[in-house]
């Protein structure tokens, strides 16, 4: 079996490459330490980013009737060729999800982002800028009941070199963040693989995706657990951390400690106990148990402790359900996320961190990850 201790909760980093460059009368001494870049070098930078990444946006909204949405990049971001290349089979990766998520049942009408820059500093002509991409996708009411809108937020690194003229050309822009990429990245990588420590665990039992599910009603009122209590804990807390936890974003994901917190906060009560052993579930000021922050832990405490049982298809998970998945097949759970709404056509949709996301529909996941492994427990 996969060693599974200590492997919190999301896939590793995903790494996307491009180049652009934009006008600016900027220049930098090579030989010099690092500086913090000026508002308005940085405020280029953000444009920088913001064009590129809305144009991938704008692919995934739908074109409307006698309108195309050619959206090009900024005259003043100017692309290298390879670079061309690779955002040009991007583009065309993305419009052929949506045209996969359309054959689910799945549009969008409109896409509204925005860059901010958290830090970006300047060493000798080059730059080093970390970003924030927040953007709110429109669902389009095919059925009627889908939520208003998705949101995520993921961050990026990108390094730029300064060019004659002050020009400035983007050497590379890489996520920050872990677990399924955003929406408007096209899968790229792997989850690292874990080796097999000869141990025996209670993994569960992996569900059918297929759609529309078999009816599996769930009684949302008048048991032990407020389910819309949990769903509300997540929808506010998805972008802006609760700061009464600890963060593990830069720790392996922070998606298992997201749904744990939303859990407690819907009812589940703490085990306590050592917190090396899986059959123990706690928080407290200054530690927690594995289980609490590691997706394979935490669904070995649910599993044993019987907090909820694995669902026979993904499809039928509704409010407050979790859903884990393992995308590399490899036995290790990567990901876990939370069912914050559900539709009457029985789609559910999706809020967790690592990335940062809001109400991202079952399918769209799926369509980015046709063949990983899933796992779906009635809480």
């Not at 491009?18 to 330490?33: D, K, Q």
């Not at 990026?156 to 822009?173: D, H, P, Q």
């Not at 929808?235 to 407690?264: H, M, V």
């Not at 306590?272 to 899986?278: K, M, R």
Request: hydrophobic residues 35%.
């Amino acid at each position: 079996m996969i060693p599974k201790r200590f492997r919190p909760a999301a896939i590793a980093a995903l790494t996307v490459a491009l180049a652009s460059g934009s006008m600016l009368a900027y220049s930098a001494n090579a030989g010099t330490g690092p500086e913090a870049a000026d508002r308005a070098t940085a405020d280029t930078f953000a444009r920088i980013a913001d064009d590129v990444l809305s144009q991938r946006n704008q692919a995934l909204v739908e074109d409307q009737p006698g309108h195309r949405n050619t959206r090009q990049t900024s005259a003043k971001t100017r692309l290298s060729a390879q670079v061309k290349k690779d955002e040009d089979a991007t583009i065309s990766s993305l419009r052929s999800r949506k045209t996969r998520l359309a054959e689910l049942g799945e549009a969008y009408t409109g896409a509204d982002s925005s860059v901010h820059v958290d830090q970006a500093t300047v060493t000798g002509g080059k730059a080093t800028v970390q970003v924030t991409e927040q953007t709110t996708l429109v669902y389009k009411k095919l059925r009627g009941d889908e939520p208003p809108t998705t949101d995520f937020r993921t961050r990026y690194e990108l390094t730029l070199t300064s060019k004659r003229g002050g020009a400035w050309e983007v050497t590379s822009i890489k996520s920050q963040d872990s677990g399924p990429v955003a929406i408007n990245v096209p899968v790229a990588t792997e989850a690292k693989i874990v080796k097999d420590d000869g141990n025996q665990y209670p993994d569960g039992t992996p569900a059918s995706t297929k759609y529309p599910a078999p009816a599996k009603p769930k009684a949302k009122t008048g048991g032990a657990y407020d389910y819309a209590a949990m769903a509300k804990y997540a929808e506010k807390y998805w972008s802006n951390y609760n700061p009464a936890y600890r963060k593990f974003t830069g720790a392996g994901g922070d998606c298992t400690n997201f749904i744990s917190q939303a859990l407690k906060a819907g009812g589940w009560k703490a085990v306590p106990g050592s917190s090396s052993d899986y059959r123990n579930w706690w928080y407290d000021g200054a530690h927690q148990s594995d289980s609490f922050v590691g997706a394979n832990e935490w669904a070995w405490f649910t599993l044993s402790n019987q907090r909820a049982a694995n669902l026979a298809d993904v499809y039928q998970a509704d409010v407050g359900d979790i859903v884990q998945v393992d995308f590399n097949r490899d036995g290790s759970k990567d990901h876990s996320m939370m069912v914050t709404y559900r539709s009457s056509a029985g789609m559910p949709y999706l809020t967790y961190h690592s990335t940062n996301t809001y109400r991202k529909s079952l399918a769209s996941i799926i369509a980015s990850y046709p063949n990983a492994i899933y796992y779906a427990y009635r809480t």
